[in-house]
């Protein structure tokens, strides 16, 4: 049951990123102040709500997030929902943590210009982006997001509805694009129930009387495979079998008229070993042993997906002629690429669904001494933001976000996203709101300050039009420097139409 010490010791337990006694001490005092702001709210399940603020806090010392991230994650809904402010927050515990938690808090608030559904979704998944100044921000929200999705049972269902089908369509994405790939599947999984509940009832009985047996199956495998590598002198680090992902399994099972039996990477074996040349021989070693099936070898390690994800993948036919695929990778593609930052969890006893290990686990304890450098996926991230600021373009190129590239996206005043080329100008800005305010343009601030009308405009800023009373038309000079088609074809439109009218 609930008490708040044990929480707070759970936190500094599963913490992937070994955590001082400074930094316990820290924790234990802002899990403090979170919880005399809350003091008098409860979640929807009746708990206190200091038990959600933990539980981020807890997702996000399992991902191998710093103190200061975990501390905004105990706090991150003090300044939206308690009488606490944001300045209070910076003069107890310091900017940084002020600035993330403000970020987190910005990011709730985003208003969405548009109704339609598709714009809507596309919007908020840019805007996501946009606004994470700080990638930091972003995975506070998604451990936010994945706290409610798994108490998500305490709302009534049209809420679960909606949040179910947000997250699915926005949240599980961005975590598959950080990489963070168990956050991915327990979101997915997690929606899926929620959004498709006879599916999901149907794709987990198929599952199930499929494994009845496989089980065994894959213990016969992993023993088989263990033999035929020692023989060969390869050291296997460990070895784990796999059942997919519900969700997953449900999409390749629709492709398949729901036969379980055409479902290829239903088994799953995943082989770790100390060093690159091991993947490529292992590899070799299986494939001498089992049939590999045409087009379904995969190196990923020569060509890592676009999250950064490394392996070699294979499907073989098996003892009795039954489909496995087989993933072989190093220890240090395993912990960045499969668990994103979230390396800790494999190790640690919490039951999961999915992958098993058939080799002893490391002790937490041995793993927090040897491994904290090896978690690289933050420590590269902590260099990104050290090296360029807090320069969005950069960030993002260095994430690899394709959809990102060459866009910019500012905000009017209340908080509506205009999504523009770069060099976009407040010209450009005006008539995407509305072709009225572009022929009326006059004037515009930039984050409250006053800039020309060719001013470039930068990512995430706030920009305002100031427009004329009277009607008005285009200024020819505005062509010269305009980005979009959409406002050179509306200022030759409405200057043909005034000369018309002379
Ligand atoms: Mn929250």
Redesign the pocket.
């Known amino acids: 049951m609930y008490t708040k010490a044990t929480q707070l010791k759970d936190i500094f337990e599963a913490a992937a990123y070994p955590l001082s006694s400074d930094d316990e001490k820290f924790l234990t005092e802002v899990c403090q102040f979170s919880e005399a702001a809350h003091a008098d709210q409860k979640r929807k399940s009746g708990e206190p709500y200091i038990t ?1 603020s933990l539980n ?1 806090a807890k997702i996000l010392a399992e991902i191998g997030m710093d103190e200061k991230t975990i501390a905004a994650g105990l706090l ?2 003090v300044p939206e929902d308690t009488a606490v402010t944001l300045e209070e927050v910076a003069e107890k515990f310091g900017e940084e943590v002020a600035y993330l938690v403000d970020g987190v808090t910005k990011l709730g608030k985003i208003k969405l210009r548009g109704s339609k559904e598709e714009y809507y979704l596309e919007n908020l998944r840019k805007m996501f982006m946009a606004m994470a100044q700080d990638i930091r921000v972003v995975i506070i929200k998604l451990a ?1 997001r994945l706290h ?1 999705m798994r108490t998500l049972e305490h709302l009534p269902p049209e809420k679960q509805a909606r949040i179910a089908r947000e997250t699915m369509e926005i949240y599980a994405p961005i975590a598959n694009r950080l990489g963070i790939g168990e956050i991915k599947g327990e979101l997915e999984d997690t929606c899926f129930m929620y959004l498709d509940p006879e599916h999901y009832e149907e794709t987990k009985r198929l599952q199930e009387t499929y494994l009845h047996e496989g089980q065994a199956y894959m213990e016969r495998i992993v023993s088989l495979f263990s033999k035929t590598l020692k023989d060969a002198k390869i050291q296997v680090i460990d070895m784990q079998g796999r059942t997919k992902d519900l969700y997953r399994l449900y999409q390749k099972l629709k492709n398949h008229d729901m036969n379980i039996n055409r479902v290829y990477d239903l088994v799953a074996i995943r082989i770790v070993v100390p060093e690159i040349a091991d993947c490529y021989e292992a590899l070799g070693i299986i494939h001498r042993e089992y049939r590999p099936m045409v087009g379904r070898i995969k190196d990923y390690i020569s060509l890592p997906k676009p999250n950064g994800y490394q392996s070699l993948h294979t499907t073989i036919f098996g003892p009795e002629g039954r489909i496995i695929e087989v993933q072989i990778r190093t220890q240090k593609m395993h912990d960045e690429a499969e668990y994103g930052i979230a390396a800790h969890w494999m190790y640690t006893e919490r039951e999961r669904p999915g992958w098993r290990s058939f080799f002893q686990r490391p002790k937490a304890a041995a793993l927090k001494g040897a491994r904290p450098k090896e978690l690289t996926w933050v420590s590269q991230l902590k260099e990104w933001q050290k090296e360029i600021g807090r320069d969005d373009k950069e960030f993002i190129e260095g994430l690899k976000i394709e959809f990102f590239k060459n866009h910019i996206f500012a905000f009017t005043p209340k908080g509506d996203i205009i999504d523009l080329p770069e060099e976009a100008t407040p010209i450009d800005f005006a008539y995407a709101i509305h072709s009225e305010i572009g022929h009326r343009a006059m004037g515009a601030k930039a984050d409250g300050k006053m800039v020309p009308l060719d001013y470039h405009i930068q990512n995430a800023q706030v920009i305002e039009i100031l427009t004329s009373k009277e009607k008005k038309k285009p200024s020819r000079d505005w062509l010269n420097f305009v980005k979009t088609s959409s406002a050179k074809s509306h200022i030759r439109r409405e200057l043909r139409n005034s000369e018309f009218q002379k």
């Open positions: 959600h981020v991150h809904d936010d409610n």
